[in-house]
């Protein structure tokens, strides 16, 4: 951490507030029976009602609904008993309606809160964040801008896919979270991916961020001890975890600059550049929208009875927390270990691995090892790289039938990650074959052991140790594709020397 | 102008609900839905001068809750349907005037 950093943390207290928006996984749309798949040719998952064509009406899906209500109650949130839709107006063409149908007053989850772990010097540390409300909503058009390089300015017009618009959303807002001090970028980022790894957990959505179905909207305000709150910004459209770190701990520092150079903070919105880690100024709250919310009449009230919502509850998996708790206790690893591999975003990776067939220990070496290390120097998540949890069952299962080294294991991952093809492919592809008939290895002996006979001696007279120069030289001259051990035995073998 | 004062709509008003929908209104314009507005709203306050405190507002003309939807995926419209209906359609997309202002 920079000594800037803590020098902001020394003279000012950060409160930071999250909202999340995260695309359910649901069949269908929102208020309508289009497919809700990512992706698809443009405007092929359209129909009168996501076009916002006159007279059509929209029908709530009651999978969306489910979903929220089970993310309310994994969120130790009160499932209100009567709600409403309202609708938002605003004239943006990423809506064909002129507006978006949310919930405003009225949302159908409330006062709720999840509790995420940091690591820190002193071990893991458990921070309470309050959830205000869990709501439902629809999902915008993607628009492109034409001309002016993709962006607003100089475009001079848009094109609209309608593809996303209707797709359920639910929006998660957290209070004002308080008293995170040093760790408050931290405390942002294990939120988010707490609220994801959650998400997967209830199957309400399998949360594909590189496809933009997690989008987080960043609260930051300082102040300094004592004093009240000071003015928030809302930078917007933050999404991925690593972005959410940089966006809170950007905006701190930001801040910090300005209120010591005696300025105000204006409340505004501010856009994330993703590249260099920056935000800037976009709309001021002064001039802010004015979206004349008012309820949704095409919709009737959401008016969940107890008996609707227990049945939901009976559905809640082993959340997330206690799950890691179960997993650390199953592997036999320290706090410290599990808390790694949990930030590398290793931790579904390895038990996928695991179900794949590896054994615990093999799975967690290649995630945080070596794999880890390429996530790093790539500066990508390790999700994002081109290895699977089977690629490391059928490496693993070659290593342990003798026909693959640890060696040429790493061989083979650098053939995954450069796009080699598939592991049988890259192994024959990079001629990874593991010397092991009797006969070659014998001959690689012998000629070892004619170039150096002062160390057959040494070993025939007692000294074991010196076998390891031959060993070598052997794996030397079978570049590296023979297993030492064995090589050991048959040399021993060979010198009639029983250890 | 009594009825206007009560309703909350006056020029001013008019004016930033042109510019919330993006319309340029004339001077002539604005007085004309100033007027409207308040005739409408007009008809509507005088219903709330019936309902009593025991008559909950509603926004909806039945009383019906949970209305939905099985989340069954069936193909929408096909691309003649609806393009012939757009004014401007390019590469796959809805071809829109230059944005102005920010997104929402």
Not at chain 1, 23 to 50: D, H, I, R, W
Not at chain 1, 119 to 138: C, D, K, S, Y
Not at chain 1, 172 to 199: N, S
Not at chain 2, 12 to 30: F, N, P, S, Y
């Amino acid at each position: 951490m920079t000594t800037e950093y803590n020098a902001v943390i020394a003279e000012f207290d950060p409160i930071i507030g999250l909202e999340t928006h995260i695309e359910l996984g649901t069949n269908s749309k929102m208020f309508c029976s289009c497919s809700a798949q990512f992706g698809g040719e443009p405007n092929t998952f359209v129909c009168p009602v996501c076009l916002g064509m006159p007279g059509s009406m929209p029908v709530v899906n009651r999978v969306a609904v489910e979903s929220t209500i089970r993310m309310g109650l994994a969120l130790n949130c009160s499932i209100v008993p009567w709600c409403r839709f309202a609708r938002k107006n605003y004239f943006y063409p990423d809506m064909p309606k002129n507006y978006q149908i949310s919930q405003y007053d009225e949302p159908l989850c409330i006062n709720g809160y999840l509790d995420v772990t940091v690591a820190t010097e002193e071990g893991p540390q458990i921070f309470r964040v309050e959830i205000e409300r869990v709501h439902m909503e629809e999902d915008t058009g993607k628009l492109l801008h034409a001309g002016g390089a993709g962006r607003i300015h100089g475009a001079t017009h848009s094109l609209v896919d309608y593809n996303r618009a209707g797709i359920p959303l639910i929006e998660v807002v957290t209070k004002p979270i308080l008293g995170t001090g040093v760790l408050a970028p931290e405390v942002a980022k294990a939120y988010v991916a707490e609220l994801r790894d959650l998400m997967r957990a209830l199957g309400v959505s399998d949360v594909r961020m590189e496809e933009g179905s997690l989008r987080c909207d960043v609260n930051v305000s300082l102040s300094r001890p004592g004093e009240e709150w000071g003015t928030r910004t809302e930078t917007k459209n933050v999404n991925s975890l690593r972005s959410v770190e940089r966006a809170v701990r950007t905006e701190m520092l930001r801040q910090a600059d300005r209120l010591r150079s005696g300025e105000r903070i204006i409340q505004e919105t501010r856009h994330f550049n993703e590249e260099t880690g920056d935000t800037t100024s976009g709309r001021s709250k002064e001039q802010a929208e004015d979206y004349r919310y008012f309820p949704e009449p095409d919709l009737v009230p959401i008016a969940p009875s107890e008996a609707w919502i227990e049945q939901l509850r009976g559905t809640l998996p082993e959340i997330p927390s206690v799950r890691r708790a179960r997993l650390q206790l199953d592997w036999g690893i320290t706090d410290f270990d599990m808390q790694s591999l949990v930030n590398a975003g290793a931790l579904e990776l390895i038990v996928a691995s695991i179900d794949a067939g590896v054994q615990p220990a093999a799975a967690r070496k290649w995630w945080t090892g070596e794999l880890t290390r390429v996530a790093n120097e790539r500066n990508c998540e390790l999700e994002e790289l081109s290895v699977t949890a089977n690629d490391i069952a059928e490496i693993e299962k070659l290593i342990s039938a003798g026909e693959l080294t640890d060696k040429m294991a790493r061989s083979v991952f650098e053939g995954l990650l450069d796009g080699e093809g598939s592991v049988s492919h890259i192994v024959s592809k990079r001629g990874l074959v593991v010397v092991n008939d009797d006969a070659s290895l014998i001959a690689a002996i012998n000629v070892a052991l004619a170039d150096a006979p002062d160390v057959a001696e040494k070993i025939q007279g007692g000294k074991i140790a010196a076998a390891g120069s031959i060993v070598g030289a052997v794996m030397k001259a079978t570049q590296g594709q023979a297993d030492a051990a064995k090589v050991r035995t048959l040399l021993l073998e060979q010198l009639g020397v029983t250890e | 102008m009594t009825d206007a004062a009560a309703n909350g709509i006056d020029q001013d008003l008019v004016v930033h609900l042109g510019k919330l929908a993006r319309l340029e209104l004339t001077d002539v314009e604005v007085e004309h839905y100033t007027l409207q507005l308040e005739q409408i709203l007009g008809a509507i306050t005088s219903i709330s001068e019936v309902a009593a405190d025991d008559i909950p507002p509603t926004s909806h003309p039945i009383p019906m809750v949970n209305v939905y939807r099985e989340d069954v995926a069936i193909p929408g419209l096909l691309q003649e349907d609806f393009v012939p209906g757009a004014p401007s359609f390019e590469d796959d997309r809805f071809r829109v005037p230059r944005i102005l202002g920010e997104p929402t």
